[in-house]
């Protein structure tokens, strides 16, 4: 029997009807076999009601991943992983940071540089060869939040105000300096006509479709531990708050899950888990 | 007997010294004769106690100048009554307006401007000879947020966008078009450097020293109702609700007061004051 599509909910408010070769597309990006996939989708089908939200959907389809392998789940679970590394916007700058050096750039993080007016705080500057990559990271912990057209506008300004200031000095006129905006949710159209409009360049969860946040990070191997499914929210705070925000750092200095009282035998899953994610 | 200096606590949450001649100035430009500051000094610092709130200063000297005239009481008032305005930022936009119409330029609200790369939304363009400016108000309910850096920044942006768009235009050709930001609260340090460096124009509460906001009201008599003492909160909000927002528009709808069923008893009360208040 062929169902009539079935309305659906997106995170936005809007309406769309249940699109299931998008959902399999989505599994099958986070490592499911056609047959686990197979199973997810009929499992997601038996729940679907008219308005359902596309969250509800996802939980459903993580819930049932989990039971196959739990590195694929947690892969598929990337979006929301990283939503829970807020409230601070600090552990998203460090993923931003480590994307930029997996491309071969060397960064420093938090500086102050005098532009032509005023001083200007910048996220991170990444440098390889003459390039010079100014990044404004911009976290929400809501993924409802999108970065709006003032943050492109006010990142220009200062982007401007700053290159304006290396123009006079004879040491950068080789060096080429470009503006970069991070963002773990989205862009509203206008924020990215403008970008493209001023060659500012944009980076979101699902943009550009070369080069998104989820390509870099899931390329790159560089999944947050809040990703991990072996783990408890409060377990991800108390590492986080440990400086461990990635998978691999976890598995560098394994001794911190003692250190913040986690059993020594959930240790094995734990670490297991972080290293498939890691594809290590 | 002299007193030590009792220290104070200010909005921004810092400490100061308790400063006698700043609370006589600010009395005397509310037009208060010199008995009632003497009146209202004395009462003032009985009350004084360390690290007592400016906000708590303000009260006590306001409460004591309404015993003498309610109209120089209502104009003490003024930076509050603008706080009042809120939550929306619709009537200070209006309040903005006016004192530029007062100063002889035709307005235009609420405008959809076409800039070089994207479409922006003006609040005020306000437009005299060859004199084109476009204003941006930025309403705060509450004293302690100031505009940072960030405010300029985006609105230089903006009318960079708008100002290219224009360049295309011949007819636009011998137009000087200025930006400027208006706000009930303050703007901080690096705003106004940045804003300075750049040639955007900004009025706050008390900046610059001579066309501050204060002034430019006072000058004009655009008086918001919510200074009025005659009336309660709720019947402030519902005149704001009526699109009563000046002293000045209530005595030219006087009918307003029996629309929000406020007793006839009252009226005349209520409009003597509104009449000292805008100097009529």
């Not at 949710?185 to 550009?208: E, G, H, Q």
Request: net charge positive; with cysteine.
């Amino acid at each position: 029997m062929e169902l009539n599509p079935i309305p659906i909910l997106k995170m936005n408010g809007k309406k769309a009807l249940f699109n299931e070769e998008k959902l399999k597309l989505s599994l099958k990006n986070s490592g499911a076999t056609a047959e686990m996939i197979a199973h997810v989708l009929e499992e997601v089908k038996l729940a679907l009601y008219p308005y359902i939200s596309t969250q509800e959907i996802h939980k459903i389809a993580f819930s049932r991943l989990k039971q196959f392998k739990r590195a694929t789940a947690a892969r598929y679970n990337l979006k929301k992983a990283l939503l829970d590394l807020g409230p601070s916007g600090f552990p998203f700058e460090r993923i931003v940071e480590q994307t930029l050096i997996y491309q071969g750039f060397t960064t420093k993080t938090d500086q102050i540089l005098k532009g032509n007016c005023v001083q200007h705080e910048v996220d991170v500057i990444a440098i390889k060869n003459n390039f010079y990559l100014l990044v404004e990271c911009k976290f929400h912990s809501d993924q409802a939040r999108q970065s709006d057209v003032k943050v492109p506008l006010y990142i220009q300004s200062r982007f401007y105000d700053i290159r304006l200031q290396w123009k006079k000095d004879a040491s950068y006129q080789n060096k080429s300096l470009q503006g970069w905006i991070f963002t773990n949710t989205r862009f509203s159209k206008d924020a990215i006509s403008y970008s493209n409009c001023m060659d500012l360049n944009l980076v979101a969860w699902n943009y550009p479709s070369k080069g998104s946040l989820k390509e870099r990070i899931d390329v790159a191997g560089l999944h947050p531990i809040t990703c991990l499914t072996t783990l408890t929210l409060n377990e991800k705070q108390a590492l986080l708050k440990e400086m461990i925000i990635l998978c691999r750092e976890l598995l560098k200095k394994r001794e911190i899950l003692t250190k913040i009282e986690i059993h020594p035998q959930r240790h094995a899953n734990i670490l297991s888990e972080a290293k498939q994610l890691c594809n290590l």
